[in-house]
């Protein structure tokens, strides 16, 4: 018999969404889609109207990752997992070499493997927990990691590896779960693309990339590549991030995008602009982080999974409980009190608590939700 336990309104979170993805949409974004986009929504996005509206995130993200001169902000449909088959067929050359670490960062590196004009893709592996950033590798024309590793709540340093300049290789990191959340010098890498439905808080469907120019200049090289005969490689045009650029320096997307996604991504980044930009929001999910690991620190019961504290990620903070507590009670007892989406990533199958503390959750609500957690563990 599982027991009920009801939290008392005093103790619950103002707002009590902890997902990792999709992740809290703030009340303001939902609003938007009221205001701002009661003459959007359902109109054309190839008019002036909605254009004006991709020009406003692009540039919005422009400031808000302070991009260096010749980057820019590239959209499409499709999410994160569309950029990854999308730089198979539009990045690397023929080799690429990725860190493996969880779920996420798999997946990247098995879409290369699949990719039958590419070489088999080199993988360094890590246990999930940790990280581990690709090595300098011969004939590598792109090094590839996940910045957030969101199945483990690992953070990895995102810098070039050292030699990959010297070989043309191309930096390309996934930062889906880590973009607006962690610390990020974008000038380390060549492409930081992410999907909007977590530290953005928006829905899902859209892919955004910073693009350095070295992968602007791939993207096009390797297009042309495709053209020749005999060519080995096959860009659907779906997958061509020469398309993609071109759409985006028209405010466009390649195919009609999402314009609610749209509206409370433009939202959300004025919000955060507004605020401090990258600064304010990477100290807010700091502060965030903080407050789980140290309560999980002081618990009898519950500890941070990731040991090593630099690797600790402040995007999503993973606690593992002890085994005579079982978790997925205590995750179905705070759903039972409309706390939801603290659970561990399935495939991980851990004893284990998973927070999503992206900007737009409060830091008081994360400080709430360590004592609804208490509250039920100690009644369970
Ligand atoms: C969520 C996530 C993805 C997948 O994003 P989609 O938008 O669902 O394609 C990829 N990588 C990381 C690190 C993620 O957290």
């Known amino acids: 018999m599982v027991k009920t336990v009801t939290i008392p309104e005093s103790l619950r979170p103002s707002d009590a969404r902890f997902g990792s993805g999709p992740s809290k949409i703030r009340s303001e974004q939902i609003r938007a889609l009221d205001e701002a986009g009661g003459a959007l929504l359902g109109t054309s996005h190839r008019q002036p109207p909605v254009r004006k509206l991709v020009a406003s995130i692009r540039e919005g993200l422009g400031d808000f990752f302070s991009l260096p001169a010749g980057y820019e902000i590239v959209l499409g449909n499709g999410g994160a997992s569309a950029f990854w088959d999308l ?34 893709p080199v993988i360094y592996e890590a246990e999930p927990g940790s990280y581990r950033i690709p090595e300098y590798t011969e004939h590598a024309d792109a090094y590839c990691w996940a910045q957030n590793e969101t199945s483990t709540g690992v ?185 939801v989406d603290t659970a561990g990533y399935r495939k991980l199958g851990r004893n284990q608590l998973r927070i999503g503390v992206f900007p737009s959750v409060e830091p008081d609500d994360v400080e709430a939700l360590t004592h609804c957690i208490d509250y039920v563990v100690e009644r369970l």
Not at 187 to 216: N, T
């Open 155 to 339: 953070a990895a340093p995102v810098r070039r590896v050292e030699g990959s300049s010297e070989q043309e290789a191309l930096t390309l990191i996934d930062a889906t779960s880590g973009a607006g959340a962690l610390p990020v010098d974008v000038s380390q890498c060549d492409a930081y693309y992410f999907s909007p439905q977590k530290a953005f808080g928006s829905d899902g469907g859209l892919w955004v990339a910073v693009l350095s120019p070295a992968a602007i200049e791939r993207a096009y090289s390797l297009a042309d590549a495709a053209k020749q005969t005999g060519s080995p490689r096959w860009i659907p045009p779906f997958l061509s991030l020469r398309s993609a650029i071109e759409n985006s320096r028209k405010d466009q997307t390649l195919n009609t995008p999402a314009i609610a996604t749209l509206i409370m991504l433009a939202e959300q980044i004025g919000w955060l602009n507004g605020n401090g930009g990258l600064a304010w929001s990477t100290a807010r999910c700091a502060r965030s982080a903080g407050t789980l690991y140290q309560w999980a620190q002081a618990s009898d019961y519950a500890a941070p999974f990731v040991s090593d504290l630099q690797t600790r990620s402040n995007a999503v903070v993973t606690i593992d409980l002890d085994d005579a507590i079982d978790a997925k009670q205590v995750i179905a007892t705070l759903r039972g009190n409309g706390i």
């Open 87 to 120: 730089a198979c067929a539009s990045l690397i050359g023929r080799r690429a070499a990725f860190g493996s670490y969880g779920s996420f960062s798999a997946k990247f590196a098995q879409s290369a493997a699949l990719a039958p004009f590419l070489d088999d």
